[in-house]
T-cell receptor, first 112, second 113 residues
Framework: DADVTQTPRNRITKTGKRIMLECSQT?????MYWYRQDPGLGLRLIYY???????NKGEISDGYSVSRQAQAKFSLSLESAIPNQTALYFC???????????FGEGSRLTVL | SQQGEEDPQALSIQEGENATMNCSYK?????LQWYRQNSGRGLVHLIL?????REKHSGRLRVTLDTSKKSSSLLITASRAADTASYFC?????????????FGKGTHLIIQP
């Protein structure tokens, strides 16, 4: 089984719908991150969390919210999806703030 | 905003040749990391080089870091078709990287068999 699991892997939805992307990890890491990847733009940080009670906004948090339900679970929500949120979303974990990231396989979201 | 910028954006070489990718960044760093991404998959960590290191090796990978020029290079020797992927550099700020890694836009490498 993968160390970092994202669900769903693919989702097509309509403008205005609420969407939740889920991430769970078995690595025992405290630090979890949500990134967004767009073609030609690399990865951009949406939100990050250092423990259940610690949530921080990243570079592009507008239009998104997160929930850290447990050390192992970190969910990303789009309250009212819009087409320019169509992207590939990655969850990642790390043991140290300066250490390597371990990525999930990604969730491809299409907003029509 | 992007911290690292990879160069070139795309690179196509013959199998067996060496591939070199470069990364430039803007602010002081704690470390710089290189990641690989196969099409549509998650990123995989390749190598980390700290700001006080100048060169690091891992198998067929060689990474150099020049903090005075704020640049790094990734060399893949004796390339294989399976090396076809996108390669990203990512930096951890000198402040400790509390806000995670900052990624560049990547170099798409194609190895022609």
């Amino acid at each position: 089984d993968a160390d970092v699991t994202q669900t769903p892997r693919n989702r097509i939805t309509k403008t205005g719908k609420r969407i939740m992307l889920e991430c769970s990890q078995t690595k025992g890491h405290d630090r979890m991150y949500w990134y967004r990847q767009d073609p030609g733009l690399g990865l951009r940080l949406i939100y990050y969390s250092f423990d259940v009670k610690d949530i921080n906004k990243g570079e592009i948090s507008d239009g998104y919210s997160v929930s850290r339900q447990a050390q192992a679970k970190f969910s990303l929500s789009l309250e009212s999806a819009i087409p320019n949120q169509t992207a590939l979303y990655f969850c990642a974990t790390s043991a140290l703030t300066t250490g390597e990231l371990f990525f999930g396989e990604g969730s491809r979201l299409t907003v029509l | 905003s992007q911290q690292g910028e990879e160069d070139p954006q795309a690179l196509s070489i013959q199998e067996g040749e060496n591939a070199t990718m470069n990364c430039s960044y803007k602010t002081s760093i704690n470390n710089l990391q290189w990641y690989r991404q196969n099409s549509g998959r998650g990123l995989v960590h390749l190598i980390l080089i700290r700001s006080n290191e100048r060169e690091k090796h891992s198998g067929r990978l060689r990474v150099t870091l020049d903090t005075s020029k704020k640049s790094s290079s990734l060399l893949i020797t004796a390339s294989r078709a399976a090396d076809t992927a996108s390669y990203f550099c990512a930096t951890v700020s000198a402040g400790g990287g509390a806000d995670g890694l900052t990624f560049g836009k990547g170099t798409h490498l194609i190895i022609q068999p």
